[in-house]
């Protein structure tokens, strides 16, 4: 699943306004009062990114409705921060980054966990299950260190290339390379896998 | 399984698990945030105000009970030093507080009858504190009893200090200011003097302490000294006080 960020347009759309997020064109009522993301490019970047940022955030977090309550947290930062004006190239990408962090934080993910525990208390029904060598493998994933479930998450979850990954977490190449090796590695040897060699990845 | 098909597998099913979100929904309830983030900047400086004003209560009550001499007025009945490495607890008995147990233990009256403390040494200060040459004494119990006010701080009382000297042997010792104007008596006793339970008098007619109390019990010994016939009625009190205090070393 590799995906590309989406261009938005800054327009305006008024305060309070309603929005449709239906896949046809949007409809602003009221008076524009904000500057506020397109809604259709935003709208797409979402439909595009939100399963894979629940997935994600999902085997870092071990909760689904921890994951949709970050995932949507990370889509919210992108709105704000368009919604400022501020120019941000790869969108995606920093959707991506965001969620990874929120999901590897302690302290945020416990603040959204309790939220998301809050909203959906009355919510009826479960997250499907996982198979359980699947779950295990996320369980170890969510033990190893945060950088290194990060860049084991994206590079899995994305099926990214190292340098996509590190761009993604503005780190260097080597630096990615390094934490999902020993990601690997580590994960190999508490699921009692083959060891990866070194130089596996690129 | 290599772990990178085991990686992949995973992540197919959790892919697979989330086919049912509904995006609409989560669009719009992402989209609605904003209208619901009014108070968060307040809640957090709100609760960061809290948590400092609580730590910073906290940290000051730690400082507070870390202090190695409370104030009279706010006696703790049980404390614990290690000045010399060697810890020890005293548990004052009834009607006295430990308000001091650095280095020496130091006992007053609760009800705060002025001029009347108690001052335990325990063996292994009595042993570090004699570097003059002499005999160790790691193996006597030390303790001293004041009324005298000016004799409250525990600067004064170093046994090998300066404002010391020693004025008998191992067995039976005392020391006294080199000044001889307070009314301080040190008296190191031999575990060797007897068993415990023993009472043992000693008249020093030069400072007017009268040794009134020894025990011998493992692992400390407890002695006393206190004021002779001028104050009958107190001495046999501190006769049963002391017969009642508690030291352990930890």
């Not at chain 1, 995606?92 to 959906?120: D, F, H, K, P, Q």
């Not at chain 2, 303790?143 to 404002?163: A, E, Y």
Request: with cysteine.
């Amino acid at each position: 699943m590799r995906l590309e960020g989406v261009d938005l347009r800054q327009e305006a759309l008024p305060e309070g306004g309603r929005l449709d997020i239906s896949d046809d064109a949007p409809q602003v009522v009221g008076e524009p009062a904000v500057q506020l993301p397109d809604v259709v490019s935003f709208g797409a970047l979402f439909r595009s990114e939100y399963q894979g940022l629940v997935a994600m955030a999902w085997g870092l977090t071990g909760s689904r409705e921890t994951a949709e309550d970050i995932a949507q947290e990370a889509m919210f930062s992108l709105h704000r921060q368009l919604a400022k004006g501020a120019s941000i190239e790869n969108q995606a990408g920093y959707v991506r980054r965001s969620c990874s962090n929120l999901a590897v934080s302690w302290i945020r993910r416990r603040v959204t966990e309790t939220r998301a525990l809050l909203r959906v208390g009355a919510r009826q029904g479960s997250a499907p299950a996982l198979d359980d060598d699947d779950e295990l493998f996320w369980f170890e994933v969510r033990r190893l260190p945060r950088r290194q479930a990060q860049v084991v998450a994206l590079f899995y979850g994305y099926d990214m290339s190292v340098a996509d990954v590190a761009a993604t977490l503005e780190i260097s190449t080597g630096t990615a390379k390094t934490h999902l090796h020993r990601g690997r590695r580590t994960l190999a040897s508490r699921l009692h896998l083959d060891a990866p060699h070194e130089g596996e990845v690129d | 399984m290599s772990i990178d098909a085991l990686a992949r597998r995973a992540t197919q099913s959790l892919l697979a698990a989330t086919d049912d979100l509904d995006v609409d929904v989560a669009l719009e309830g992402t989209l609605n945030r904003r209208h619901r983030r009014g108070f968060g900047p307040v809640l957090v400086i709100i609760t960061a105000v809290v948590v400092l004003i609580v730590g910073w209560s906290l940290s000051g009550e730690l400082r507070r009970s870390a202090d190695p001499a409370p104030p009279v007025d706010a006696p703790n009945r049980t404390l614990v030093g290690d000045k010399l490495g060697a810890p020890m607890t005293a548990t004052a008995p009834p009607g006295w507080d430990v308000v001091n147990n650095r280095g020496y233990v130091e006992m007053r009256p609760t009800d705060g009858t002025p001029g009347v403390h108690i001052f335990m040494l325990v063996p292994h200060e009595v042993y570090d504190n004699s570097a003059d040459g002499r005999a160790p004494l790691q193996d006597d119990p030390v303790i001293w009893m004041t009324n005298h006010p000016d004799l409250t701080s525990s600067g004064r009382f170093g046994v090998d200090g300066p404002d010391f000297a020693w004025a008998g042997s191992k067995v039976d010792v005392a020391l006294r200011p080199k000044a001889e104007k307070d009314f301080v008596h040190l008296m190191p006793l031999s575990n060797a003097a007897g068993s415990a339970p023993l009472a043992i008098t000693k008249d020093d007619a030069f400072f007017r302490w009268t040794v009134i109390y020894f025990t011998d019990s493992d692992p400390l010994a407890i002695a006393a000294v206190s004021p002779t016939p001028d104050d009958p009625e107190l001495a046999t009190a501190l006769n049963e006080l002391l017969a009642s205090i508690q030291i352990q070393q930890q």
